[in-house]
């Protein structure tokens, strides 16, 4: 028994025991338990995260000639440490006030059923993680994605329900892409083992390494949201029970770019990548993918500005922060990668977090809606305080940790020479910038409502996962050197070479990084600041916030003084026409040429010529049983007819 | 590409900077600003009034104005955030400060470089953008929000800037950069369209006319201002004079070479804050969105071929 | 009436100062404080139209360190420039009970000094000192931009000399002035400033901050405590 056997196995009884014991109380805390064991065991296998060799399972299972394995590789183990310790706090966040207020809305046995989704995800991410080979990383495909959707129907309200259908549309194009290609790769190098077919790969062609990637790009990229295929995204983790939102928000999507790296990066070999020409442009297959990245931060990200609803905003946030790991990865140096690597890890934290202190306050104001929210900041100053740190780790602005992978990125497109792609980047943080301004204005500043008046701080069940996350945003934002000890760990098994690194950054000879210096002199900065303000300045009286500046006029609670609708008005003017719900369009026209189809060959069936019918049968019949000779070659159990010649 | 690479790797090696060697520049680097900063503002006033036929303001008036409002007897808060809002308005100059090489001077240069610099410049817009959101005032949070969006206008061909520049000497090290023009020629010789570019977004991230949307007095109170009494106040002319000279800095750094001695440098950042300021007093304010497409279309598109020159 | 230029001046601000250098500190923030006055221009009445000159080029009050500022917040010197109906004194009270002291109020047209021409109007607030503690009138109807400036030269000298301690007489008799807004403006006249609470918090009250209105006041007064930021879970 290797220790991955313990944790895979530990995390599947544990599963069964959370469905079994989905309708007691005492679940919360159970599951609580069963993260914390769990973490306890990754932690177990923490060499893995510096340098350390493989943990194969000793499970394998022979299927077809083929034997499924499953391992943890150094960036299995930095993925799994992110989904474990997310479901750890997500687990925490719900296991106390949260989860009472949700078994009172809805029913014990929803809330069961939440602790159960939880658990399967978890479950299936790390038999994802764990992957020794392309079938077995299909067979965690799936249930991941068939977890998730389980996730997301928790929610009874129709909008969560069709985004729930909405996503698992997308996910089974995804999974069939997926698929597709892996049947394909089996047939042009013959084996479905990492090796093997990394070895295959060198004898194929560029045309059919394009296919490949095209299909497995397109199988990965419907899971991580990249655009066209970013529309189920945002409705659907919006919609997800809040504590469910946290997880699926921190780690979900990113599954789909750890299948990335590891079919594109390490197996296919971006050097492959960059070989494919497109013809008729000067661009070559990675330069497309880094593009697609580029515009997967712009549009959701300017999407997101435009959402009234925080969940929403956030979420379209996470599909457009997923275009930066996109992007960080196919720069394809060393500094790039480490980027787009460590931006999972940055990303999942201040996204875990915001999601806890938008649900916090949905827990006590019982909405989400910025026309509906304002001034809680002397009510919740926690919860404010954390999604302060959060936005500025979100926005990337020292000294939080998503600076750290957004300046490695910028860093290295500078290095190589990109600059339309670096604008690109620049341009979704600065549209990142206005819209989780716009975020922790509507939510907690300005002026408070009358009806929030007696609005308390979040309870202490949310807010210790929430500060606890506040302070690792915090804290490896000023070290990044610890995160990027993984980092360079997983580049080193993905084949990359790693990030040359320190615990305050990236020391280059041509201007580096430390950001224990940087934070350190924004500290004194801000004590100066400080004495200037409290020791220079006189004695200062907080005063009423009807008691304020309305050219003459007098303020009271019957008028409301606040400014939050059409938050950027301005703005909105000039760029408000470039929203034409391109991809809105996109999607309905797809959807309906496959309701075209289907009604078309729904009234094939339905006509009443069955002679026809058998004809057309007993012809396509004949064909396969004359005309592929060598049926024997049949694999894998998948009908791959058309492909064998 | 050109050849400059590898000047500006042997020239600058990070080395390790010891607290005690950075101590004394860390107090006196925001003191030299400071002091700049103030003056920069009197030169800006005083222009102003020669322009307009008037006298101006004596000599010491910016210093009357900041010890006048630090010596408020009442002044009013609306509350913790209020207050942070200004000490991290204030502070985050001070550091940024330190980051901007001057003659004798590094400060922590090496250890950031342009890139964070630019982000570290967005500190104390959002710590001032936050303590403005609790002073509960629309006409501050409309100022907050024009202000963001004057934010993405001119950062958008700012950054186009500094990728240039940074490609052009192959480093994002601010020393490197003032060492080889120093050695060399100075940046906007060898860059003129980016250098072009680069005065034009400095009008933008100054503030003033034609670029002054988001703090309209007439329109919306001053914005981002509206609430501020006192030492609040005093903490935003503080921060105008801080803001005043990075920019001046930033663009001497990056395009006139920084300065050998002190005379050169002073002589060239108060030429460099010039520039804008006439330009400010001869033109109208544009409306938000009408910032945006200037801002978009003209720099933008000279620093986009000006990169292509670099390149 | 108003014992203008008669108002008890408490030179020690409540506390004794011990640092020798205290004395010279004072004179220098007295002096800034009379070189840079910024000024909110409540626009009543026909006064107003002096002013633009007064600013710009041809009188250039600049050079005094006297520039506009826009809300009350930000300014020293409150300017009523004409006659002040019952209406608008409302929001010239609220007004300067927005502005942060020191502050400075000054009367422009001799409509704030004794209703002027319309001293017959039944709408209109005649002496405005009854109301605000006014610090400098300046007579006229219209005064010159000229006479104005030597207004605010006069404020100036003032202030240097340390008299310009009108503000003070405000929170000192604020029962006084608040008795003789509830006359004009009914007993259930409220300001959303809160000026009882801010003359304790700096400790500028005296005796006759309270008196018959203020209680008057407290019954009806809606809360202004401001929220507290408290972490309650």
């Known amino acids: 028994m290797t220790v991955l056997d313990d944790l895979l196995l530990f995390t599947a009884l544990a599963s069964v025991a959370i469905i079994a014991l989905r309708r007691f109380a005492s679940i919360s805390k159970f599951s609580v338990v069963v993260y914390a064991l769990a973490t306890v065991l990754l932690i177990k296998m923490s060499a893995l995260g510096y340098g350390g060799e493989p943990v194969y399972s000793s499970f394998t299972v022979n299927v077809l000639g083929q034997i499924l394995q499953w391992r943890f590789d150094a960036l299995s183990w930095f993925f799994a440490l992110i989904t474990l310790v997310s479901a750890l706090l997500a687990a925490f966040f719900m296991s106390g006030a949260w989860g009472e207020k949700y078994c009172k809305e809805h029913s014990k046995e929803a809330y069961g059923l939440l602790q159960v989704a939880l658990i399967l995800n978890v479950l299936s991410m790390l038999v994802l993680l764990a992957s020794g080979d392309l079938l077995s990383l299909f067979i965690g495909w799936e249930l991941v994605s068939w977890a998730s959707f389980m996730m997301m129907a928790l929610n009874p309200d129709k909008l969560a329900r069709k985004a729930a259908i909405k996503y698992i549309v997308y996910a089974m194009a995804g999974a069939m892409a997926f698929l597709m290609a892996i049947a394909m790769t089996y047939n042009m190098t013959g084996s479905l083992d990492y090796v093997q077919v990394m070895q295959g790969m060198a004898h194929l062609s560029n045309s059919q390494i394009a296919l490949l990637v095209s299909l497995y790009v397109m199988g990965f990229g419907i899971k991580m949201g990249v655009i066209p295929f970013h529309l189920w995204q945002a409705a659907a983790y919006a919609e997800t029970p809040g504590a469910g939102a946290v997880f699926m928000g921190a780690i979900s999507a990113r599954m789909g770019l750890y299948a990335l790296l590891v079919v594109i990066v390490q197996i296919i070999g971006l050097t492959r990548v960059a070989a494919i020409e497109i013809p008729y442009t000067f661009l070559d297959m990675q330069n497309v993918l880094a593009w697609v990245g580029a515009l997967t931060t712009i549009i959701p990200t300017y999407i997101a500005l435009k959402q009234n609803d925080a969940r929403h905003l956030l979420a379209w946030h996470g599909v457009g922060q997923g275009g930066y790991m996109l992007l960080g990865v196919m720069i394809s140096d060393s500094i790039g990668t480490a980027g787009g690597i460590m931006h999972v890890f940055n990303h999942a934290t201040y996204q875990a977090a915001l999601f806890m202190t938008v649900t916090a306050v949905i827990y006590r104001t019982g909405t989400s809606n910025f026309s509906k929210l304002g001034g809680l900041v002397t009510q919740m100053p926690l919860t404010f305080m954390v999604m302060v740190v959060s936005i500025i780790g979100l926005a990337g602005i020292p000294p939080m940790n998503g600076f750290v992978s957004k300046w490695l990125i910028y860093r290295a497109l500078l290095l190589d020479g990109q600059p339309l792609l670096f604008v690109a980047a620049v341009i979704g943080t600065l549209g990142t910038i206005l819209s989780v301004y716009k975020l922790v204005h509507n939510t907690f500043l300005g002026q408070l409502r009358l009806e929030h008046q007696e609005v308390r701080e979040a309870p202490l069940s949310m807010l210790i996962p929430m500060l606890g996350l506040a302070i690792i945003i915090f804290a490896t934002g000023v070290m990044p050197g610890v995160v990027l000890d993984w980092v360079a760990a997983a580049q080193i098994a993905v084949g990359i070479a790693p990030v040359e690194h320190n615990l305050g950054g990236i020391e280059l000879v041509q201007g580096g990084l430390d950001m224990i210096w940087v934070t350190g002199i924004m500290f004194y900065g801000f004590a100066v600041g400080a004495i200037i303000f409290y020791v220079l300045g006189g004695k200062s009286k907080h005063i009423h916030q009807y008691d304020n500046y309305a050219g003459g006029h007098f303020l009271t609670s019957k008028v409301r003084y606040h400014y939050s609708n059409h938050f950027y008005a301005g703005l909105m003017h000039m760029i408000g026409g470039w929203y034409r719900n391109v991809f809105i369009k996109l999607e309905h026209a797809l959807v309906s040429l496959v309701s075209f189809m289907s009604q078309f060959s729904e009234n094939f069936y339905r006509s009443s010529q069955p002679v026809m019918l058998v004809a057309v049968v007993v012809v396509l019949a004949l064909y396969f049983v004359l005309g592929s000779s060598g049926g024997a070659e049949v694999s894998a159990g998948v009908s791959l007819g058309g492909f064998n010649q | ?311 | 009436m108003s014992k203008l230029g008669n108002i008890p001046v408490n030179a020690q601000d409540g506390k004794k100062r011990t640092n020798p250098l205290a004395g010279v500190f004072d004179e220098l923030v007295q002096f800034c404080q009379s070189r840079s006055m910024f000024m909110l221009h409540y626009c009543t009445g026909c006064g107003a139209i002096e002013l633009p000159p007064a600013m710009t080029s041809r009188f250039d009050m600049e050079r005094l360190g006297i520039q506009p500022m826009v809300t009350p917040r930000q300014a020293d010197i409150l300017l009523v420039t004409g006659y002040v109906s019952v209406k608008t004194l409302k929001r010239v009270i609220l007004t300067y009970e927005q502005m942060q002291s020191p502050k400075y109020v000054i009367g422009i047209c001799s409509c704030t000094v004794n209703g002027g021409m319309y001293w017959q109007s039944y709408a209109t607030a005649k002496v405005l000192n009854e109301y605000l503690p006014v610090d400098v009138y300046i007579a006229g109807c219209m005064p010159r931009p000229e006479a104005v400036i030597e207004g605010m030269r006069r404020l100036m000298r003032n202030i240097e000399d340390g008299k310009g301690n009108a503000w003070k007489d405000y929170f000192q008799r604020y029962d006084y002035y608040l008795g003789n807004q509830q006359h004009l403006f009914g007993n259930d006249w409220q300001t959303p400033t809160d000026i009882i609470g801010e003359a304790r918090h700096y400790g500028l009250e005296s005796e006759e901050t309270y008196g018959e209105h203020t209680k008057i006041l407290e019954q009806h007064q809606q809360p202004l405590e401001p929220y507290k930021m408290r972490i309650k879970l």
């Open chain 2, 1 to 311: 590409m050109n050849s400059t690479s590898e000047f500006v790797t042997s020239e600058f090696v990070t080395g390790n900077v010891s607290l005690a060697d950075v101590l004394p520049q860390m107090i006196l680097m925001p003191l030299i600003a400071f002091v700049s900063g103030l003056l920069m503002i009197l030169m800006y006033r005083k222009i102003a009034a020669r322009l307009q036929r008037r006298v101006g303001p004596p000599f010491f008036q910016p210093v009357y104005d900041i010890v006048k409002l630090y010596g408020k007897k009442t002044q009013i808060s609306h509350g913790l955030i209020h207050d942070i809002g200004i000490v991290v308005a204030v502070g985050g100059y001070v550091a940024a400060v330190i980051l901007l090489p001057i003659p004798g001077m590094d400060g922590i240069a090496d250890k950031g470089g342009i890139i964070t610099l630019s982000y570290v410049l967005m500190v104390p817009s959002l710590g001032l953008a936050l303590g403005v959101g609790q002073c509960a005032n629309p006409n501050g949070s409309i100022g907050i929000s024009r202000a963001l969006t004057a934010m993405l206008a001119y950062d958008i061909p700012f950054i186009i800037v500094v990728f240039g520049v940074a490609t052009h000497y192959q480093s994002t090290s601010l020393v490197g950069m003032i060492n080889y023009q120093q050695t060399h020629q100075w940046g906007i010789f060898e860059m003129p369209l980016l250098a072009a570019a680069g005065l034009f977004t400095l009008q933008g991230m100054m503030g003033k006319h034609p670029f002054e949307i988001y703090v309209a007095p007439a329109e919306i109170a001053t914005g981002p201002m509206v609430e501020m009494s006192g030492k609040y106040m005093g903490g935003l002319f503080v921060m105008q004079s801080f803001q005043f000279y990075v920019a001046s800095v930033l663009y001497a750094s990056l395009f006139l070479g920084g300065g050998s001695n002190w005379f050169e440098f002073l002589l060239k950042i108060f030429f460099v804050v010039e520039i804008p300021i006439f330009i400010s007093f001869l033109f109208p304010r544009y409306r938000t969105e009408d910032m945006v497409r200037i801002m978009w279309k003209w720099p933008v598109m000279i620093a986009l071929i000006g990169i292509a020159f670099v390149m």
